[in-house]
């Protein structure tokens, strides 16, 4: 049986693309995404790397375009088959495998088998248990690889609450993060998860991994439309200040998306915030010391 999150996805797969293409924003959206993720890509061509919700292919064809083996992935069938009818036809001379997966349990591939999983389009938030997600990518990546997630932002998710002048609802939203992706259709509907960065770090840790760094995207609301989206020049100049500003707790705090780096535990150490609690520990105890 369909879960609400799939039966909404594959009926929307066969114009998904175009819902987004009416506004240029999604795909300013989508360069700020990349231009982060380029940070993380492997330099060595030798493992696949993984598109996990995948939807249809968009980051997955980018990948494929810089050279990378790309399996795609996603909980529906109908974006899986959009997906790699994509790839038919912006590479009809390449192959690249499509397997049907949900982010919670990625069994149907090997241990440490890619040197990349990317999770765009807020595939954890949607996960129905994200630490056991969390758990999962763990399991899939390969020493020295990095995993790159996209998720909801809680504190970008105000809004709708301010709108509806629902302040009950604003409070359990900021304490909790629940919410529900409130399609048109209510068999459709299914519940969401939006996180704020300490929280993210606390899931990784349990599952081995480290967050090595985390940006908020975009920084500036220009949906449904602006002109400087439409002028290269201006589109080039607003991709700098994300660079720039794009890991500033302005950007965390104001940011309806966070794109969050991850790295084994193994690879990384302890992590910063791991050394950063020590080395208190320690000058507490020399104070103690001192104090005697």
């Not at 797969?13 to 231009?35: E, G, N």
């Amino acid at each position: 049986m369909l879960t609400p999150n799939q039966r909404y996805h594959d009926r929307v797969a066969s114009r998904y693309d175009d819902i987004y293409a009416k506004d240029p924003y999604w795909s300013y959206y989508r360069d700020v995404s990349w231009q982060d993720l380029k940070r993380s890509l492997p330099t060595d061509l030798a493992l696949p790397v993984l598109d996990v919700g995948c939807g249809t292919g968009l980051y997955g064809l980018r990948l494929m375009r810089s050279g990378f083996r790309v399996v795609f992935s996603d909980l529906s069938r109908k974006m899986l088959d959009v997906a790699a009818r994509n790839v038919r036809t912006q590479f009809p001379d390449r192959r690249a495998e499509a397997v049907q997966a949900d982010i919670t349990d990625l069994e149907p591939f090997d241990d440490r088998q890619f040197s990349l999983v990317v999770a765009q389009g807020d595939v954890l938030s949607f996960a129905l248990e994200w630490q056991r997600a969390m758990s999962s990518v763990r399991r899939v990546l390969a020493p020295g690889g990095r995993a790159v997630l996209s998720v909801d932002s809680r504190f970008g998710g105000v809004d709708p609450f301010l709108k509806q002048n629902d302040l009950d609802g604003l409070e359990d939203f900021l304490r909790c993060g629940t919410g529900e992706w409130l399609a048109d259709r209510p068999e459709e509907r299914f519940p969401f998860h939006a996180f704020v960065p300490d929280e993210l770090a606390r899931c990784a840790g349990r599952a081995g991994l480290v967050l090595v760094r985390i940006i908020g995207k975009t920084l500036f609301d220009l949906r449904h439309g602006h002109c400087w989206l439409d002028d290269t020049a201006s589109r080039r100049r607003l991709l700098a200040l994300e660079r720039r500003y794009g890991e500033t707790a302005f950007a965390l705090g104001r940011a309806h998306h966070l794109q969050a780096t991850f790295a084994l535990r193994e690879d990384v150490g302890e992590g910063e915030d791991a050394l950063r609690e020590k080395k208190a520990a320690r000058r507490g105890r020399r104070r103690k010391k001192g104090a005697g």
